[in-house]
């Protein structure tokens, strides 16, 4: 997205300060309390954005192939608030601070593109916020699988094309293992959806949306 939208001019000093950074499942992009030194733009694989809740962890977003991470840093201390770790081998597009200030300087259709995607993800936060506040947990877990499905999609066997571990669908849920477990295995009963190890199918997609009292 940052090479698509910045002028035709600027392409050559992007590719003289951009690094491409590799890490392997498990490994961490950037973290949380850690002073923030660049933008990432996710080239393949999924990173997930979490941050410390307390005693747990809460999976704030994912990011997939042409979604930008590390934003949430920028501000006046410039600290990067959340965490940032590969669910599986991921590559991104480092950009650093400095060059990334200075592309919003000249790069207005970039600017305006980031203006958007900072108002739709507020609007995301505030939105996940009161789902927490007054949302029940089983609805949690319904509308979590269906944003899950809205952004990755269904692979060609009919799963959701993200495979999450159990606890990360509990982190992003904000709800426990045993709860989110339990909640499965009770819409898998009702054939709601089915379940291979990882692999999560919804089969009924009314009936999950009606889990979250937004029919």
Known sequence: MFCK????EWL???????????????????????????????????VKVHKQWGQKELIVRFAKKGDVAGHRGLGADNIYPVS???????????????????????????MHWLMLFFA??????????????????????????ITLKNKFGTAAQGYIDILLSRQDLASYAGTTYETVFRIITDLADQ???TVDGKKITVLNDVALQSLTGDE
Not at 5 to 8: D, E, Q, R, T, V
């Open 191 to 193: 054939n709601i959806l």
């Open 5 to 8: 939208l910045c002028m035709p």
């Open 120 to 145: 739709e993800e507020l609007k995301q936060s505030e939105r996940k916020m009161r789902n927490l506040a007054h949302m029940s947990v089983k609805g949690r877990v319904a509308q979590a699988l």
């Open 84 to 110: 940032g770790t590969a669910l599986d081998n991921v590559t991104a597009c480092y950009i650093p601070l400095d060059f990334f200030m200075s592309s919003l300087k000249v790069n207005y259709e970039f």
């Open 12 to 46: 050559p000093a992007i590719n003289v300060n951009r690094q491409m950074v590799s890490v392997k499942k498990g490994e961490v992009l950037f973290k949380e309390g850690e002073e923030m030194t660049g933008i990432y733009f996710v080239y393949s694989g999924f």
